[in-house]
């Protein structure tokens, strides 16, 4: 009888979050006596359908040894890249021992830490026999511009069809490999996995999340991501 495929997460984290203009890395500032990284984290470590999570780290980053989960027994560190599809596949490639080709990963930023468990849990459920993966997204509520020249509106873009595109990314382990060696083979810097698995010629599924799901970019989304937490009752 062959087993089912088993759940991983790659989390990248080697960036430096230029925009929020701090002396750290975003995903180590402080949010509610805690890094944001360790609560983005704890969505995945602590779910009992995850098999193990894999961080993707600067080899020289002085920060995350002094985190909650660097010597967690289910949390892998890999060597971050470049760019964050470097980051991914070297989180991908330290799978590859353990893990099997069929095996589900799911991508997220290290830098969204308000990921609902029943977002979560929707993607394990929803996607676990989808042919391709997915991932979760909300659908563009506001009118939508295409700039021009000199930052003038050229057009207003239907936004019926518009998403925005969020993480968890849950493809195959094999697949997702494949996809991000030929995108950067090709020197394509896809700034998401479903980008890589389109160039595959692959037509990732959208599952609706929250939209309180945010990424923190700028110094003013550390106070709404607390807020947001509060109100998931994450806090003490």
Same mark, same amino acid.
């Given at each position: 009888?062959?087993?089912?495929?088993?759940?991983?997460?790659?989390?990248?984290?080697?960036?430096?979050?230029?925009?929020?203009?701090? =002396?750290? #890395?975003?995903?180590?500032?402080?949010?509610?006596?805690?890094?944001?990284?360790?609560?983005?984290?704890?969505?995945?470590?602590?779910?009992?359908?995850?098999?193990?999570? *894999? *961080?993707?780290?600067?080899?020289?980053?002085?920060?995350?040894?002094?985190?909650?989960?660097?010597?967690? #027994?289910? *949390?892998?560190?890999?060597?971050?890249?470049?760019?964050?599809?470097?980051?991914?596949?070297? %989180?991908?490639?330290?799978?590859?021992?353990?893990?099997?080709?069929?095996?589900?990963?799911?991508?997220?930023? =290290?830098?969204?830490?308000?990921?609902?468990?029943?977002?979560?849990?929707?993607?394990?459920?929803?996607?676990?026999?989808?042919? *391709?993966?997915?991932?979760?997204?909300?659908?563009?509520?506001?009118?939508?511009?295409?700039? %021009?020249?000199? !930052?003038?509106?050229?057009?207003?873009?239907?936004?019926?069809?518009?998403?925005?595109?969020?993480?968890?990314?849950?493809?195959?382990?094999?697949?997702?490999?494949?996809?991000?060696?030929?995108?950067?083979?090709?020197?394509?810097?896809?700034?998401?996995?479903?980008?890589?698995?389109?160039?595959? !010629?692959?037509? #990732?599924?959208?599952?609706?999340?929250?939209?309180?799901?945010?990424?923190?970019?700028?110094?003013?989304?550390? =106070?709404?991501?607390?807020?947001?937490?509060?109100?998931?009752?994450?806090?003490?």
């Amino acid at each position: 009888m062959t087993a089912k495929p088993a759940f991983w997460a790659v989390i990248p984290a080697a960036g430096v979050g230029r925009r929020m203009g701090s =002396a750290i #890395p975003k995903q180590y500032l402080d949010l509610a006596d805690r890094t944001v990284i360790e609560h983005t984290l704890e969505c995945f470590v602590e779910h009992p359908a995850i098999a193990g999570v *894999v *961080v993707a780290v600067d080899p020289a980053d002085p920060y995350w040894p002094e985190t909650r989960y660097a010597t967690h #027994p289910r *949390v892998i560190r890999a060597p971050g890249g470049a760019e964050r599809c470097n980051s991914v596949l070297n %989180g991908l490639e330290a799978l590859s021992g353990q893990a099997a080709e069929d095996d589900w990963v799911l991508v997220h930023d =290290a830098a969204r830490p308000c990921l609902r468990r029943s977002d979560l849990d929707a993607m394990l459920e929803g996607l676990a026999d989808d042919p *391709v993966g997915g991932i979760l997204a909300v659908q563009v509520r506001d009118t939508m511009k295409r700039a %021009g020249a000199e !930052g003038r509106i050229e057009t207003t873009v239907e936004r019926s069809a518009l998403w925005h595109a969020f993480t968890p990314q849950m493809f195959r382990l094999g697949t997702l490999r494949q996809a991000l060696r030929q995108a950067l083979a090709e020197g394509a810097l896809v700034t998401d996995e479903a980008s890589a698995i389109e160039r595959l !010629g692959q037509a #990732p599924r959208l599952l609706e999340g929250q939209s309180d799901n945010l990424k923190i970019t700028r110094p003013e989304d550390l =106070a709404l991501a607390r807020f947001h937490l509060q109100q998931q009752g994450r806090l003490d």
